[in-house]
């Protein structure tokens, strides 16, 4: 499909381990933003790229988290030494520009649960 | 900050009920307002949006109007369906920003036949 993909769909980790999650955005997009979704709760903005950079990463909670677009297509969250309160779905979201009017299009999202 | 306040689920309705779910939000700009909807096992999407006061979004038989006198962005349906089953969001994005989004915490609609 022409649609945002993200994998994997779920991934289980330790404590402590590293996790790395993958968006593939609507070929063309310029706009991504990553989110993150507690159980229960409404998502919630972590950052944005315009192209290959970054441009807000103000909702990120602390140093362990880190996101890339190196060549303004392919985006990749890492969270470093994973805790229990990183346990969400993680939502990656696309839009054709840059404008508040552009439609965002999200991916089906990736639930990690930290053990 | 830019917050958004919706009333909390689940509702539950039966099928051909007329919905209201309320949504209130607070924003330091001038906001445009969303609905996206969460059907079980999909992806969140869009179901309707307003850009300034008084502008009605309506999609798919829902409906709801900018009131920035009340800083509300109610969503409406006169006659809903089992297939409404979801969860819905009430969002806006700061019009002196890119797109980024604000959330509520989503209200859960249960239809019964």
């Known amino acids: 499909g022409a649609g945002v993909s993200q994998s994997p769909r779920y991934k289980v980790a330790k404590r402590g381990q590293d996790v790395a999650l993958r968006c593939d955005p609507i070929?063309?997009?310029?706009?991504l933003f990553w989110y993150q979704q507690a159980l229960g709760q409404g998502p919630e903005f972590l950052t944005y790229?315009?192209?290959?950079?970054?441009?807000?990463k103000s909702g990120l909670p602390s140093d362990r988290f880190f996101a890339e677009r190196p060549e303004g297509s392919v985006s990749t969250l890492k969270i470093q030494r994973t805790q229990q309160e990183d346990s969400a779905v993680y939502l990656c979201?696309?839009?054709?520009?840059?404008?508040?009017?552009?439609?965002?299009?999200f991916g089906p999202g990736t639930r990690l649960t930290v053990l | 900050g830019d917050s958004v306040t919706q009333m909390e689920g689940p509702v539950t309705l039966s099928e051909e009920a007329f919905l209201t779910i309320n949504c209130t939000y607070t924003?330091?700009?001038?906001?445009?307002l969303f609905w996206y909807v969460q059907y079980p096992g999909e992806g969140l999407q869009l179901l309707l949006k307003?850009?300034?006061?008084?502008d009605k979004g309506s999609n798919k038989g829902f409906e709801a109007t900018y009131r920035k006198e009340t800083t509300s962005f109610h969503l409406e349906k006169g006659s809903v369906q089992v297939s409404d089953s979801a969860v819905y969001f009430c969002?806006?994005?700061?019009?002196?920003?890119?797109?980024?989004?604000?959330f509520g915490t989503g209200t859960k609609l249960q239809v019964i036949p």
């Open positions: 979201a696309t839009s054709a520009g840059t404008s508040v009017y552009n439609e965002q299009f």
């Open positions: 307003a850009t300034k006061a008084d």
């Open positions: 790229f315009q192209n290959e950079a970054q441009l807000d």
């Open positions: 969002a806006l994005s700061d019009s002196g920003g890119y797109q980024k989004v604000t």
């Open positions: 070929s063309g997009h310029v706009s």
């Open positions: 924003a330091t700009g001038y906001p445009s």
